[in-house]
Structure formats: C-alpha cells, structure tokens
C-alpha cells in the first residue's frame, strides 16, 4: 500500500515548481496533524502547492509516506521528509474530568474534556436535567474547558477541526450543587443516654444533608454522637427511716441515674400506685 500510494504521489505531484532553477525541499505534512488518526476520519497530505485527500482511513493504510518533487524543465528530483501515518482501528472516547466534586456555595467548578492520546480537537459540551432531554450546551468551542455554577449532568466528545468527525461521548458526569441553607440532626428526646430496647437502638455518630432536587442538596451537617448502653438500668427506692410510728410517715425516693429524664411509677406489694412523682 505504501509504495503504491507513493507512486500515484510522485505522479500527483509532477508539476511542483521549482525557484531559480533548483529543485527545492519538499515537506510533506498530514492535516489533521496528528500523531493518530482513526477509522471512518479523512486526512489531506500536503506536499508543496498540492494536496492529495485520502477519504474514511482505515488501518491498511498505515505506513511511512513519502512525496517526490521534479523539476519541469530538468531531471533533478527532490524527495520529502518521511511522514508516519497511524490509523487506529477504534474511535476514541472522550473524558470529562472536573475541578471539584460539587459547586460550592455561589460559586463554580471547571469541567476539562479530553481525547486520549490525540491532539486537533475541539469540543462540544451537553448537559441533561431531571425533567428535560439531552441539550447542547457549547458547541465546537476553542477551549477544552466549560465553567458551570448549576448542578447537573454532563458530558462531551470531541471533534476535529475543520471536520465532520467525532469521537465517541464521554461517560455521564454528575455534579452537585451545595445550597447555601444548613442541616441539623436533633434527637426527638434529648436525653444524654439510650438504652437497649429505646426507640434509638444502635450506637455511633450520624450526619445529615437536605436535597432540593437530583443535583442540589446542603452541605452535611455536624456529626451527632449517639451512645447506646446494653443494659437496661436498675432503679434505687431509699427510705428516710425505716418505721412508721403512730401517725407519722415515711418518705419513700425513686432515682435513676440521671434522674432529670425519668418520669416513675409506684408499686405496693401487687397494686401499681401510678405516679410521676420520685417521692411518695
């Protein structure tokens, strides 16, 4: 393939001309200048004034090129510079990195978008909400870059320049949006201990964060510790004398350890004497 598309190069490129009579160096470049190229793209080879264009490469074209210039008036020959051309078989896919996980509050993230190991291309960007279809967002923009202050989804591919052909998509980039309201988590009973069998039954710290929508939430809010014993605790009864003389009486205490939190109830022998009250 090599020889035989240098052969029609030499024949496409007869009529170089040459100045004052010398034969002058002929270069020869590829455009897309690029040091892969792949399946289905064209690639124009440029050697002098001419220009051959060879249409949707595939990866017997690999190989070295090689452009002869003559001189119209004399034998004198001049040989290009050897040009590699590397087709890959496989289209590329584009990345999406971005700065950030999220958007902070007010402010903005940059997404980059990359082909891998290639260069020539420009981008186009897309982005997708929960209630809508895929929509261009920037299209063949110079820059590989796209600034964003809105949460979202989003991907690109690329696109060479001066040409019709892309890469394959990116992989879907999810990118929150930090709102600026703040969560809190409270306990429904503010007790300084739960026990086994309590409503809260497990131990450890817990967080939050609030989300308005798929791409918009709080930041996560400060860590609750939560301390659960296994042990239900036992109740003290201490008297304030031990007999009850003629019409006296005798005060009887209830407590728990942190007693603040405990209501109680009353028991005598078989009958529940029903009571909030710790003394009696």
Known sequence: MGHSLLRMLSL??????LSCGHTEYAELTFEPNSTTLYSGE??????????????ELTPDRNGDYQCIAHHNSSEENKRSNRATLSVSAHRPRAT??????????????TLTCSVEESAGWSYDWFTRSPDADETAIATNPVHNSL?????????CRGRRTHSDFFSEKSHVHHIDRTLSNRSFVVLQ????????????SVSGEYWCKARADWYSSTEWSEAIQLRVT?????????????????????????????AAEW?????????RICSSDPKI
């Open 12 to 17: 496409f490129l007869l009529n170089t001309l």
């Open 42 to 55: 064209n690639v124009n080879l440029t050697c002098g004034i001419n220009v051959l264009r060879i249409p």
């Open 96 to 109: 999406v990195r971005a700065s950030r996980t999220s958007i902070p509050v007010g402010g903005s993230l």
């Open 147 to 155: 600034s964003i202050s809105q949460g979202g989804s989003y991907w």
């Open 189 to 200: 009973h503010n007790w300084t201990q739960i026990f086994s069998g309590e409503t809260i």
């Open 230 to 258: 296994p042990n239900k605790p036992r109740p003290r009864l201490t008297a304030d004398n031990t007999t009850i003389t003629g019409k006296g009486s005798v005060a009887l205490t209830c407590s728990v350890e942190n």
């Open 263 to 271: 209501r109680y109830d009353w028991f005598r022998r078989t009958s």
